[in-house]
């Protein structure tokens, strides 16, 4: 039997209060794991075979069930916060226990309602635990290619850039150089693959193609022009931190789009600002 899991097991004796299970062949009477009544099937007999996941209840004893979990030991699964405590927060996991995410297993701070990428374990005392720190459980890509555009998960932000689950299995992750969003922990994008490493690894972009994005840029700088009275302090001469504060691009982005405005004779260019016309 195997905690966490779910398995085929054979009814070995039936009881008023439920059935227990054995390994399916051992015909032991006197062990066995409980299947509550409420969830034992109609006209159920002793040798009929079960498929149930186990857990341990409230009093540390091994219970089986036989609804589906949303992940078994070693899965991931995006999962809701559904309560906070002094010790961490439970979720909800699909059985009739909710799980424990504890404090040094989080990523960040969660809040209530929050739903993120958590992993389900066997901790020290052999209790089923949830944690937010994935990376060694996740893969490594395959069938993408560069310029795919792909569905993530946000697990982990660090100075290095922001860490990625791909369709929340694989290893994802917007360098720095290529991150001009703020974002946290549970956030799911669409991304554009960079590169395909060699192991396997994928490096993103939430933006798209220049020649594609620069439409969207050029409508960033139209919309800030509108709110700030058809000026901008930003130009030729400003700095990429500025320019990433104010409209959340590249330098070299922002100078194609002010290009393609000027080229459409919406705006005058200065060294220190932008006017629309």
């Given at each position: 039997?195997?905690?966490?899991?779910?398995?085929?097991?054979?009814?070995?004796?039936?009881?008023?209060?439920?059935?227990?299970?054995?390994?399916?062949?051992?015909?032991?009477?006197?062990?066995?794991?409980?299947?509550?009544?409420?969830?034992?099937?109609?006209?159920?007999?002793?040798?009929?075979?079960?498929?149930?996941?186990?857990?341990?209840?409230?009093?540390?004893?091994?219970?089986?069930?036989?609804?589906?979990?949303?992940?078994?030991?070693?899965?991931?699964?995006?999962?809701?916060?559904?309560?906070?405590?002094?010790?961490?927060?439970?979720?909800?996991?699909?059985?009739?226990?909710?799980i424990l995410l504890p404090f040094k297993e989080m990523?960040?701070?969660?809040?209530?309602?929050?739903?993120?990428?958590?992993?389900?374990?066997?901790?020290?005392?052999?209790?089923?635990?949830?944690?937010?720190?994935?990376?060694?459980?996740?893969?490594?890509?395959?069938?993408?290619?560069?310029?795919?555009?792909?569905?993530?998960?946000?697990?982990?932000?660090?100075?290095?850039?922001?860490?990625?689950?791909?369709?929340?299995?694989?290893?994802?992750?917007?360098?720095?150089?290529?991150?001009?969003?703020?974002?946290?922990?549970?956030?799911?994008?669409?991304?554009?693959?960079?590169?395909?490493?060699?192991?396997?690894?994928?490096?993103?972009?939430?933006?798209?193609?220049?020649?594609?994005?620069?439409?969207?840029?050029?409508?960033r700088i139209e919309s800030l022009l509108e709110k700030?009275?058809?000026?901008?302090?930003?130009?030729?001469?400003?700095?990429?931190?500025?320019?990433?504060?104010?409209?959340?691009?590249?330098?070299?982005?922002?100078?194609?789009?002010?290009?393609?405005?000027?080229?459409?004779?919406?705006?005058?260019?200065?060294?220190?600002?932008?006017?629309?016309?």
């Amino acid at each position: 039997m195997e905690l966490g899991k779910i398995q085929t097991l054979e009814i070995a004796r039936k009881k008023d209060f439920g059935v227990y299970l054995a390994d399916v062949g051992d015909y032991d009477t006197k062990g066995g794991v409980l299947l509550p009544i409420r969830q034992v099937p109609k006209n159920a007999q002793i040798g009929d075979k079960l498929e149930v996941f186990l857990y341990k209840d409230s009093e540390d004893r091994l219970i089986a069930t036989t609804k589906k979990p949303k992940l078994c030991v070693g899965e991931l699964a995006a999962l809701k916060i559904k309560e906070l405590s002094k010790i961490g927060a439970f979720v909800d996991i699909g059985i009739d226990k909710d799980i424990l995410l504890p404090f040094k297993e989080m990523e960040g701070s969660p809040k209530l309602g929050d739903e993120v990428l958590m992993v389900l374990y066997a901790d020290r005392s052999d209790r089923l635990a949830l944690s937010m720190r994935i990376y060694k459980y996740l893969s490594s890509a395959q069938n993408y290619q560069k310029d795919d555009v792909v569905k993530a998960r946000v697990y982990r932000v660090r100075d290095v850039g922001v860490m990625l689950a791909v369709d929340d299995k694989y290893y994802g992750m917007i360098p720095k150089a290529e991150n001009y969003e703020s974002y946290k922990i549970g956030d799911v994008i669409e991304a554009r693959v960079l590169r395909v490493r060699e192991d396997g690894k994928l490096d993103l972009s939430h933006r798209k193609k220049a020649y594609l994005q620069l439409g969207e840029d050029a409508k960033r700088i139209e919309s800030l022009l509108e709110k700030t009275s058809g000026r901008v302090e930003l130009g030729d001469n400003s700095s990429p931190e500025k320019i990433k504060e104010l409209l959340g691009i590249s330098k070299n982005a922002f100078k194609r789009a002010i290009g393609s405005l000027y080229k459409s004779n919406k705006i005058k260019i200065y060294e220190d600002h932008i006017e629309k016309i």
